[in-house]
C-alpha cells in the first residue's frame, strides 16, 4: 500500500489541501436524446458559438458492450455516469425507475459540496427526480447534501402545465427552466449548475427523426444561448467559467426513435464545451460519459482522495493523460492490459486487488504486480491472476489512473 500511495502523490491531495479558486464556475446541461449526426445536421448557431471557444466531438455511451460495465443506453442511467464517472455496475442505476442508487460513488455535486462546504450549487431541471434520487439530496446516504437553488417538478403542475399529447407542456416547461437558469446565473453566479432540458427526447420518441425533431433541436438551441449569455455576462466580471453540453443516449435506426439498446447509434452521443486545452482523447472521438467527472475536477483544480479516484471509470477531456482506453483481453493465463499512452512517454505503475469492497463502504487493498512504460501500450499479468474470477487491476501515471475488472463470463 505505501508504494500505491507514491505512486499517486503527483495526482492525490487530501481535502485540506487542495486549493480551489474561488472563481472557477461549470455549468453543464443534458440536452435529452439528441443523435449526434441530427445535431450536427440542424442549424445551432448558440452551440456553434460555444464550440467556437472550445470544441466538440462525438462521445460514447453504453459502457464497455458485453463486458462488465455495459450500461443501458436510458436516461437516468446516463445522467447517473456524467455524474459519478462511473458505470452502471458501480453506481447502480439501471433505468428511469432509480430504485437503489449506490450512493458510495458520489455526484459531481457532492464531491464538490464535501471540499468546499460554502460553495453554491444549482440545478434547474425538467425532471424533479434527477435532484431528489440521482443527487439525493438531503438524504442520509449523500451526507444530507443540500443545493443553494433549485428549480424542478414542474412536470408535476398540471393546472400550469396541463400535460397535452404532442408534448408541448415539456417544451414550456423547457423553456421555463432554462430562463431561470440564465436570471440565476447572471444574478448569482454559483459555483456548479446542472441544467436538464428533455423536450428534445419526447419528439425523438413520437416522431424519430425528421421535421419535428429539427425544430425540437433549434429550440434546445435557443435556451443554450440564453444560458451562455448569461455565463458571458459573468465572464465580463472577471471570472473563470467552464460550460459542457451533452446528451444522454443516441437513438435505434433507421427511425431514431427508441432506446435503450447497445446499438452503435444507440451508444453514440456527443460532447460540446467553451473548455479551452481539450486533449487528443476528446478530439479523436474516444471520450465517454464517464469522461465528463474527471474533466470538471481537472476544472476545479479538485483532486480527490486515492480510494475514490481509483474507482472512477473515466479520464479528463482536457490537458495531460498518462493512458486512456485501459482494457483487460485474453482468457486464463493469457491477460493482457492494453491502453492508449499519453503524449508523453512515462513509467506506468500497475497494481491489483481481489476484492470490491468500496461499493459496499468499505476499502480495497491494492497489491503492487509491477512498472511499464507508457509507450509500451500492454502489460500482462502473472498467470496466477488469470485463475481468480474477479479481481480489479489499476494503472498509474503522473497525470491520470485508470482501472478495469476481471468478472468471470464477461469480457
Known sequence: MRQLALA??????????????????????????????????????????VIQKGGYARA??????????????????????????????????????????????WTIFRYLREARPDAKLAIFSTWQDNRTKLLGENLPQTNYLQLNQSLDGLELDTLRYPHDAQSDYIHQIDQKVAEEAATYLSTQGPDLTWVYLQYTDDMGHKFGRGPAMDAAIQKADAQVGLIWRAIQQRQQKGEDWQLWV???????????????????????????????????????????QVDLLPSFFRFFNLVVPEHQERELDGVPLTGPLSLSNLTLVGKGKKQLLIWAPGTQSETLSVYWSPTDHFGEGGSDEYFFLGEVPSDAKQYALPPDLGKKAFFKVLVVGKYNSANTWRVAGKK
Do not use: C, M
Open 246 to 288: 451533452t446528451t444522454d443516449h443516441g437513438r435505434k435506426e433507421p427511425e431514431a426513435k427508441d432506446h435503450g439498446g447497445q446499438s452503435e447509434a444507440e451508444r453514440e452521443v456527443w460532447i460540446a464545451s467553451s473548455a479551452s486545452g481539450l486533449n487528443a482523447h476528446f478530439s479523436a472521438g474516444k471520450g465517454a
Open 60 to 105: 460514447s455511451a453504453g459502457g464497455q458492450k458485453g463486458g462488465y460495465s455495459e450500461s443501458p443506453t436510458i436516461s437516468a442511467v446516463g445522467y447517473n455516469s456524467i455524474l459519478t464517472g462511473t458505470w452502471a455496475h458501480k453506481h447502480q442505476v439501471w433505468g428511469n425507475g432509480i430504485e437503489s442508487p449506490n450512493y458510495q460513488y
Open 8 to 49: 499517486l502523490v503527483s495526482i492525490l491531495v487530501v481535502w485540506s489541501t487542495v486549493a480551489v479558486a474561488q472563481q472557477k464556475k461549470l455549468v453543464f446541461i443534458i440536452l435529452d436524446g439528441i443523435p449526434a449526426q441530427d445535431l450536427e445536421r440542424v442549424a445551432t448557431p448558440n452551440l456553434d458559438q
